[in-house]
């Protein structure tokens, strides 16, 4: 029946968005409605029209973001179906697109949706969350893009591209309140600093009061205090030299969301705390509980410096240089174990230092044909400790009732990854005539990945066993010589990526294309609680294939309607899988996947049946299959998973946004937006049990204000979830627990933006 339900709400989606369509087939559209539709994306690394890039690509404008309400990479799903987010045991967010995504812990995992700020990468998705914030537009790049965007985009890429310095002064300020005391304040200047020099100054900050309440006491949690700023300069140094200079920042002293206890569930019943059993189950969005002691929090800060220097040879080669540095720090408190007790209670801390630089040559030749050339070098440091807290855990309760040990205050679980990718790439795209094209590119990757972990017992132990510092830390894993030292492992992968396709542009309104690539994403190391040296073994490196056939079309200047069709076909996925470990019980472990598959399909629609009007509808279906791989569910049952879908992948995802702007007198406008956003139900782990099921829901969103018709100030109000669904975006099993994580109940609020 709940299939059925979430079937009927997608086809509500279509038959709305075609129903729409066909009240355009007689509008007359503008010259200035036509051109609203040709956003200019720089998918491959070259200005174009998002309609005629043969790929396919969802790109908003950063006012259509503010309006959506999407602060982050978290909130794309609003405007991009086939996107999803997922929030980690630890928070660390996870993307997927189409099905692609890898779930892990730690900061240093290797995403399959790879984050780029103005095309300079965010390696890891912890760094993401400074991204998205006074921008031009983001593009999101779905199916492998290894070829130019390089390894760990597997899924896809989201690329932010900040707004630039203007020509002349310009400067805006935008203010908001809401639901639970949150506030929003930012604003930016940008013009000339003489005739060849523009500078943008831009800064947010985004404030709230609690919204979770615990289920235990009168005590809540949930603040938000988080803080970005961006400092640009555009240089024209000579007629045929340009840099663009960057630097940015955020701060993130937030609260960590608490989650939501669902089932208890012994990892060594023997030893398990029967208080636990007396802790109410989850009731509502707000509902959660977490160690009063512990109070989850961040302390987080980033700093990111970018420079891009374009030299044009002559008027048909470009020499481009992108060199980008950024360093990422955490200290983080969180309790991922939904009780009051200390079963999980982790403070994790860690650094990033990323360090990336690409040169590339890039050309045209011919009628309509273009070629590109380089390489780039990434290398990157991550530390990262997990101190964690529990003596009421089943697993460490039972060092004392088997072994009479005394339970541990704490233990660290320690790595240090050191990460060095050098890569080669070239592509080329030839006009054959005005009507096809054919693409075919290369990228040549080799990886290194040194690794040193150790599980210790001892405050801050682990991390100075494995840097060096002199003391008396022990690591309690077992190597192969016995207990007392790190685990040292090194990771060298290389792989070929590729791409092959041919367009089809029989006039200006239709592009039919076809694709097929291949990319890769490397190898991964865990971060986890270690009682044996194997639990530390590397998932090596992914690969997946992609076969795509899609089309846009635009029938009228007041419609524009894209599609596709895809087949993938992936092998050694990467999975967070288990492994039986006694006295601990089930343990994660990575693992890979031998073989799965992935076919889907989509539709995106953008009509503008009347001058002001705009619906913008997307349906997305994805069937993900594993195929045969054994392995231990996360409740410790050995089994055969094949035929399973992903974890944390829903079949349908759809989404619908209307915006309708109208003259309310000769300087006064009004505007009217609601979104609409669709899943259908999917599984938080392997195995398919219902306690970590992910229900299906809809969200809907609704916004109205006035401005003025030269847009220098617009007064909106705004709400969303405005049904208060109770819906929550993960489910996992951890030591002792089942637990998830709710998605906000509804919020409102009004927001105010001048411009001048």
């Not at 590729?498 to 990319?519: C, E, H, K, M, Q």
């Amino acid at each position: 029946m709940t299939s059925m339900r979430h079937l009927a709400t997608a086809s509500a989606f279509t038959v709305a968005a075609v129903l729409a369509a066909s009240g355009t087939a007689y509008a007359q559209g503008s010259d200035e409605i036509a051109e609203s539709n040709m956003i200019i994306v720089t998918a491959t690394k070259r200005a174009e029209s998002v309609n005629d890039v043969p790929m396919s690509i969802t790109a908003a404008s950063g006012d259509d973001l503010a309006a959506a309400g999407i602060r982050s990479a978290d909130d794309l799903g609003k405007i991009v179906p086939g996107f999803t987010f997922t929030q980690s045991a630890y928070s660390t967010p996870v993307y997927s697109l189409r099905g692609v995504g890898f779930y892990n812990y730690d900061i240093a995992s290797t995403p399959t949706v790879t984050v780029y700020q103005d095309e300079a990468p965010l390696p890891f998705s912890a760094m993401s969350r400074g991204a998205s914030f006074d921008l031009e537009r983001v593009e999101v790049l779905k199916g492998p893009q290894g070829l130019l965007f390089g390894s760990n985009s597997t899924g896809g890429a989201v690329n932010y591209i900040a707004a630039r310095p203007t020509s002349s002064f310009e400067g805006g300020i935008d203010a908001g309140y809401g639901r639970f005391n949150a506030w929003e304040l930012g604003g930016f200047v940008s013009g000339p600093l003489g005739d060849n020099v523009g500078v943008r100054l831009a800064a947010r900050h985004e404030g709230s009061g609690d919204w979770q309440q615990s289920t235990t006491r009168n005590e809540t949690l949930g603040k938000r205090n988080f803080t970005q700023m961006r400092l640009q300069f555009d240089i024209q140094a000579s007629e045929r030299l340009t840099a663009k200079l960057g630097v940015s920042a955020f701060w993130d002293k937030s609260d960590v969301q608490a989650a939501q206890l669902i089932q208890v569930n012994p990892l060594v019943p023997p030893a398990v705390d029967a208080r636990l059993f007396a802790f109410p189950l989850a009731s509502g969005a707000r509902a959660a509980d977490w160690t009063a002691s512990l109070q989850p929090k961040r302390d987080d800060r980033q700093a990111q410096a970018t420079a891009r220097f374009d030299y044009e040879i002559d008027d048909a080669v470009t020499l481009t240089s992108l060199t980008s540095y950024a360093h990422y720090k955490q200290n983080d408190r969180v309790d991922p174990d939904a009780t009051s007790l200390q079963i999980v209670d982790t403070i994790d801390r860690g650094s990033i230092k990323a360090l990336f630089q690409e040169i590339r040559l890039s050309g045209e030749f011919g009628e309509g044909s273009r070629w590109i050339i380089g390489g780039n070098y990434e290398n990157n440091k991550v530390l990262e400790t997990q101190t964690l807290t529990s003596t009421s855990g089943s697993g460490f309760r039972a060092f004392n009732l088997f072994f009479g040990a005394p339970i541990p205050d704490a233990i660290d679980i320690s790595s240090s990854q050191k990460f060095r990718n050098l890569a080669a790439f070239a592509n080329v795209d030839f006009a054959f005539n005005d009507q096809i094209t054919a693409h075919a590119g290369l990228r040549y990757t080799e990886t290194r990945n040194r690794f040193v972990g150790c599980t210790g017992n001892s405050a801050n132990g682990a991390l100075a066993l494995i840097l060096g510092i002199p003391g008396n830390p022990q690591c309690t894993q077992f190597n192969a010589t016995g207990a007392g030292a790190p685990t040292f492992n090194t990771l060298k992968e290389d792989n070929l990526s590729w791409r092959i396709g041919l367009d089809f542009t029989p006039n200006s309104d239709t592009l039919v294309y076809a694709n097929v690539s291949r990319g890769f994403k490397i190898g991964a190391f865990p971060l986890i609680p270690a009682a044996l040296a194997f639990q530390y073994d590397p998932a090596t490196q992914e690969k997946l294939t992609a076969y795509e056939i899609g089309f846009k079309l635009s029938p009228s200047r007041a419609v524009q309607i894209n599609g596709a069709v895809f087949y993938y076909d992936y092998s050694d996925k990467q999975v967070l899988g288990s492994d039986n470990v006694p006295p601990f019980g089930t343990l994660n472990r990575l693992v890979n996947i031998p073989k799965s598959k992935i076919k889907g399909a989509e539709i995106q629609l953008i009509l503008r049946p009347v001058e002001g009007l705009t619906l913008n509808g997307g349906l997305t279906y994805v069937n993900t299959r594993i195929g045969n791989f054994n392995n231990i569910d996360p409740f410790g049952v050995s089994r055969n998973f094949q035929g399973e879908a992903y974890p944390n992948t829903p079949k349908w995802q759809g989404s619908l946004a209307a915006d309708y702007e109208f003259p309310v007198s000769g300087n006064l406008n009004g505007f009217l937006g609601a979104n609409a956003t669709m899943r259908s139900k999917t599984n938080g782990g392997l195995g398919e049990y219902a306690i970590l099921s992910i229900d299906g829901y809809t969200l809907i969103d609704l916004r109205a204000g006035v401005g003025s018709d030269d847009d220098r100030w617009k007064l909106s109000i705004w709400g969303r979830n405005i049904t208060d669904k109770y819906y929550w975006t993960n489910a996992y099993r951890i030591a002792d627990v089942s637990a998830r994580f709710a998605g906000k109940p509804a919020t409102y609020g009004a927001t105010l933006s001048f411009r001048y």
